[in-house]
């Protein structure tokens, strides 16, 4: 699979309106550059792993805030309001993997019930 660029388009709610995948293959992948544009605030139903490539970016998630170096990543649960920008200066990129949850196991499998499904409804589990 490419990479595409990132381009989050939002509605009011701050919802991102791009469909990530298809439906019979719910991923996608991202390369951005944060020295072009910073990811705007926006919530998916997707869950979604960042990995910085270059640089360092500064990614919220609900309240918290964190800075990844290359090298680093971050999970963020499905549903959950979050950015990123870069931080300081030089060159900020990195690689994004946004997926549905019923890509690792069906909706009516005993995995997505005993695993994706306490994942999904836990405030524990945000990043």
Same mark, same amino acid.
């Given at each position: 699979?490419?990479?595409?660029?990132? *381009?989050?388009?939002? *509605?009011?709610?701050?919802?991102?309106?791009?469909?990530?995948?298809?439906?019979?293959?719910?991923?996608?992948?991202?390369?951005?550059?944060?020295?072009?544009?910073?990811?705007?605030?926006?919530?998916?139903?997707?869950?979604?792993?960042?990995?910085?490539?270059? /640089?360092?970016?500064?990614?919220?998630?609900?309240?918290?805030?964190?800075?990844?170096?290359?090298?680093? /990543?971050?999970?963020? *649960?499905? /549903?959950?309001?979050?950015?990123?920008?870069?931080?300081?200066? /030089?060159?900020?990129?990195?690689?994004?993997?946004?997926?549905?949850?019923?890509?690792?196991?069906?909706?009516?499998?005993?995995?997505?019930?005993?695993?994706?499904?306490?994942?999904? *409804?836990?405030?524990?589990?945000?990043?």
């Amino acid at each position: 699979m490419a990479l595409s660029a990132c *381009n989050t388009q939002t *509605n009011e709610w701050g919802r991102e309106l791009i469909e990530h995948g298809t439906g019979l293959f719910p991923l996608a992948c991202y390369d951005d550059d944060l020295n072009a544009s910073d990811v705007p605030w926006h919530w998916h139903d997707e869950f979604e792993f960042i990995l910085v490539s270059q /640089g360092q970016a500064v990614v919220s998630v609900e309240s918290s805030k964190f800075i990844l170096k290359k090298g680093e /990543g971050i999970f963020i *649960n499905a /549903g959950l309001l979050h950015e990123a920008r870069i931080h300081g200066d /030089g060159l900020c990129r990195f690689h994004s993997a946004v997926f549905h949850p019923r890509l690792i196991g069906s909706m009516d499998s005993i995995y997505w019930t005993k695993y994706i499904q306490p994942l999904l *409804n836990s405030p524990a589990l945000q990043f």
